[in-house]
């Protein structure tokens, strides 16, 4: 029912910045919390960091904490992802999740993914 779609993902530098975006379908997008997960090459998906249905309250994984700031726009049902400092090993592809939760789940709906590569 929920449709979620990704963009801004791209190659970036080290040391550069980029910013993802995720648009959701519907009209209740502000009763959903929102999170982003990334999965790199090879490896298993793991979670990037959560914000509550009104964007009063955030999560961060600590290997993006002080780097990556999530937010939202309600009246755009969009949610951000603001990436700084990237390294090498934040190349992965980056999805959206929503869900009628609170900061740790549950993850309902997913996007697509977005590829994000950093070159050293």
């Known amino acids: 029912q929920v449709q979620l779609v990704e963009s801004g993902g791209g190659l970036v530098q080290a040391g550069g910045s980029l910013t993802l975006s995720c648009a959701a379908s519907?009209?209740?997008?502000?009763?959903?919390?929102m999170y982003w997960f990334r999965q790199p090459p090879g490896k298993e998906r793991e979670f990037v960091t959560s914000?509550?249905?009104?964007?009063?309250?955030?999560y961060y994984a600590d290997s993006v904490k002080g780097r990556f700031t999530i937010s939202r726009d309600n009246a755009k049902n969009t949610v951000y992802l603001q990436m700084n400092s990237l390294k090498p090993g934040d190349t992965a592809v980056y999805t959206c999740?929503?869900?009628?939760?609170?900061?740790?789940?549950?993850?309902?709906?997913w996007g697509q993914g977005t590829q994000v590569t950093v070159s050293s």
């Open positions: 999740a929503a869900g009628r939760g609170n900061l740790y789940g549950p993850y309902d709906y």
């Open positions: 914000i509550s249905g009104s964007g009063g309250s955030t």
């Open positions: 519907g009209r209740t997008f502000s009763s959903y919390a």
